[in-house]
C-alpha cells in the first residue's frame, strides 16, 4: 500500500521519511537510481518495522544543486529561501557566494543574507563589505549566534518559509540552527537513530521544523560550488543591478565580457556597477561560456 510523506534527511541512497502521522521510516529507493532530495515529497511502500521503499517522487517546483562538467550534486526541493551565511571567519569568498546566489536565483529561489559573528572584530568590516552584493539578495540580517543578538529577527521572518541554509564550511550555521530551534541536537539524534547512519551526520542533509512554523533545511557548508549546469543568461539574472544597462549595449545578445560599446562594463568603469561585482561577474561568465 503506497504512504504520502516527506523526505526529510539524505545521505547517498539513505533517506528519512516522515509520513504525516510523524512516523519516521528509513527510505531507499527503488532500483539503482537516486533521484530524492531533502524537501521531496513522495509515496513510499513500508516494508518492514521503520523500513521502506521510495516508489515515486512528485513533481517539483524548484530544486537546488551546484554541477561540475560531469558530476553534480543536489541539495534540496521545494525551497522557498536559500539563507547564505557568512562571517568574518573564515574568510569570505566573494565567487563562491555569487554562485551559490546564481543556481539559486536560476531556480527561482529567493536569496538572503546572513552576516553572522557580527560581535567579533571585523564585524562591521564584513557589514559594510557585504554591501556590494546588496542588489543580489532580498533581504539582510545582522546577528551573532553566541549572544542570540538578531536571531529573533530572523526567525520572525522564516516563518511558513522552507528555508536551506548554505555556505562556506566553519560560517557558523550550526550554532545559528542551535539558536533558531532549541533542543535540535535530541531532534537531529531521532533523524539519526531512523536514518541507521548516525556517524554521517555532519555530511547528510537534513529538514528541520522550526518553533514558530515553517521549515529550515541544514545542508554540509562547501569549499566549491560548480554552476556548470546554468545559461549566461541565469548568470547575469544573478546580478539585477546590469538590468538598467543591458538595453544600451551595442548588441542585444551582448555577454557584457569584451564586446565593443557594452554599457554593463562601461558602468562599472564608470563606479555606477561595484567594480567588485564586476569582477566577479566576469569570473562567473568566463566559467560558463
Partial sequence: ???PALIIEAHGRHY???TAGGDLLHARPRGKKSECVVGDAVQIEVTGPGEAVIEQVAERRNLLMRAEEHREKRFAANLDVLAYVVATE?????????RAVAAARAAEIEVWLIIGKRDLPGGADLMQ?????????????SLSA???DGVAQLATALKGKRTVLAGQSGMGKSSLLNRLVPGVELAVGEISVALAAGKHTTTSTRLINL?????IIDSPGFQAFGIAHLSSTEIERAFPEFEQYAPNCRYYNCRHLDEPACAVRSAADAGAIAAQRYAVFRKL???VS
Fill in 1 to 3: 500500500m503506497s504512504t
Fill in 16 to 18: 528519512t521519511a516522515r
Fill in 90 to 98: 573564515p574568510p569570505v569568498s566573494d565567487e563562491l557566494l555569487m
Fill in 129 to 141: 563589505r557585504m554591501k556590494w552584493h546588496a542588489p543580489s539578495f532580498a533581504r539582510q540580517f
Fill in 146 to 148: 553566541s549572544t542570540g
Fill in 211 to 215: 518553533p514558530g512554523g515553517g521549515e
Fill in 285 to 287: 561568465a568566463t566559467a
